[in-house]
Nanobody, 121 residues
Framework: QVQLVESGGGLVQTGGSLRLSCVAT????????MDWYRQAPGKQRELVAT???????NYADSVEGRFTISRDNAKNTVFLQMRSLSPEDTAVYFC???????????????WGQGTQVTVSS
């Protein structure tokens, strides 16, 4: 069973930092791209950052230069280091992947339960 479990969210003041983690189980973590998304109240879910199996990264313009995505394949974990946070970053943050459990199953999108990040002004 594929599971993605996020942690590390919380309440932080403007200008502060947080580091989110997402532990993955149930699939071969190291061969798949991993994504971080966020969804603010009343808004659509948006892609924040992606890290490929080859460690290339991409970021939304709104977080470029402030957020850093990384991964530790030995620990099946993807991270999102967030700096210079502002109230506009307040959202539920989700990790996600498009993967398959093994060669006999189909590819699917998998999501964690999300972790709340609240930035106070």
């Amino acid at each position: 069973q594929v599971q993605l479990v996020e942690s590390g969210g919380g309440l932080v003041q403007t200008g502060g930092s947080l580091r989110l983690s997402c532990v993955a189980t149930g699939f071969t973590f190291g061969i798949y791209d991993m994504d971080w998304y966020r969804q603010a109240p009343g808004k659509q879910r948006e892609l924040v950052a992606t890290i490929s199996r080859s460690l290339s990264t991409n970021y939304a313009d709104s977080v470029e230069g402030r957020f850093t995505i990384s991964r530790d394949n030995a620990k099946n974990t993807v991270f999102l280091q967030m700096r210079s946070l502002s109230p506009e970053d307040t959202a539920v943050y989700f990790c996600s992947t498009y993967a398959r459990k093994n060669v006999w199953t189909k590819y699917e999108s998998y999501w964690g339960q999300g972790t709340q990040v609240t930035v106070s002004s």
